[in-house]
């Protein structure tokens, strides 16, 4: 698996720079490429690309340009759109748009398969992400 790219976590001075998007974008791109690296042999490149989606859906309402309107689950995780879609945002909202897409994504997985087995799988990206990943995921239920 290749080296995480962190994300920035507060917006560069020069938010509205073209190489501060790009840097967002690239960021963003390596980020969920990791993510389904490290959970595709789990639960499937299907499985994956269903859960982006429905994160995408989920965090559309804060950050309208998140809705994409994919028409049915792709076979694997397709990020063609969501590039598309931060090439069209400030950095600054790309990084905020993108921090809430991977938080939801990460309460969807932990709903699905417990906060402890989601940290485990997802450790290697929570380094990179633009915000404590696993911050808003319901603490493990100590073992019996």
């Given amino acids: 698996m290749p080296a995480p790219v962190p994300l920035p976590t507060e917006p560069p001075a020069a938010a509205q720079a073209p190489e501060d998007l790009q840097r967002v974008s690239d960021a963003v791109t390596a980020t969920w490429q990791q993510i389904d690296a490290a959970l595709a042999p789990v639960i499937g490149a299907r499985g994956v690309a269903a859960l982006f989606k429905r994160s995408l859906f989920l965090a559309a ?10 028409e049915g689950v792709r076979p694997a995780l397709d990020l063609t759109e969501l590039r598309g ?9 790309a ?42 995921l319901p603490p493990a239920a100590p073992p019996p």
């Fill in 95 to 136: 990084a905020a748009g993108s921090a809430l897409l991977l938080a939801t994504f990460a309460t969807l997985l932990a709903s699905l398969i417990g906060a402890s087995l989601t940290e485990r799988l997802l450790r290697p990206v929570s380094a990179a992400a633009p915000a404590p990943l696993f911050s808003d």
């Fill in 85 to 93: 879609a931060l090439a069209r945002q400030s950095a600054a909202e």
């Fill in 61 to 70: 309402p804060s950050h309208a340009w998140l809705d994409l309107a994919q």
